[in-house]
């Protein structure tokens, strides 16, 4: 059995119209729910074995301050591959995972967060912002991770729940 949690990225920001779309930084709200995500993960003992993010400013902005609230200090795998990434290519990249790490945080974006959790577990659910969706996968390594809507969706929680 694996856990996965999938995390789309904390509220970016607009502001500056000249910034590439990779590089936008989180905006106030993000900077502030990032780290809620954080605290609800500790809280619950949420604490993954493995992290992997997207390389956009904004989710490395998210996990940086998620992974600082849970008191992370495993490996972080950053990857170009997951910006803006569809549900194959995240599937690619959580097929990667060393076999030996039990869960997994993946720090990315949507559609693609969306399509994947309804891919795995053949349900579907709205991943806005800050979204953390926690899955059970009946895998005995990453790589035999299928599409096949047999992972359990445990539940989904975002910060704006809390408020």
């Known amino acids: 059995m694996k856990t996965l949690y999938l995390l789309r990225h904390a509220k970016s920001s607009w502001k500056d119209t000249l910034l590439d779309d990779h590089d936008r930084p989180l905006n ?15 809280q619950r ?35 170009r591959l997951l910006y803006l990434a569809e549900a194959d290519s995240l599937l690619s990249v959580i097929r990667k995972t060393p076999a030996r790490s039990s869960s997994l945080l993946l720090v990315a974006h949507n559609p693609g967060l969306e399509h994947l959790v309804e891919q795995l577990t053949g349900q579907a659910s709205p991943m806005p912002t800050s979204s953390l969706a926690h899955i059970e996968l009946p895998v005995e390594t990453w790589r035999e991770l299928k599409p096949d809507g047999t992972g359990v969706l ?3 929680w975002r910060p704006a729940l809390r408020r």
């Open 28 to 42: 106030g709200r993000g900077r502030d729910d990032a780290p809620l995500v954080g605290e609800y993960m500790r």
């Open 45 to 79: 003992g949420l604490t993954p074995a493995f992290v992997a993010v997207s390389t956009a400013r904004r989710a490395l902005e998210t996990a940086a301050q998620v992974l600082y609230a849970i008191r992370y200090d495993g490996m972080v795998r950053a990857s």
């Open 154 to 156: 445990v539940e989904t």
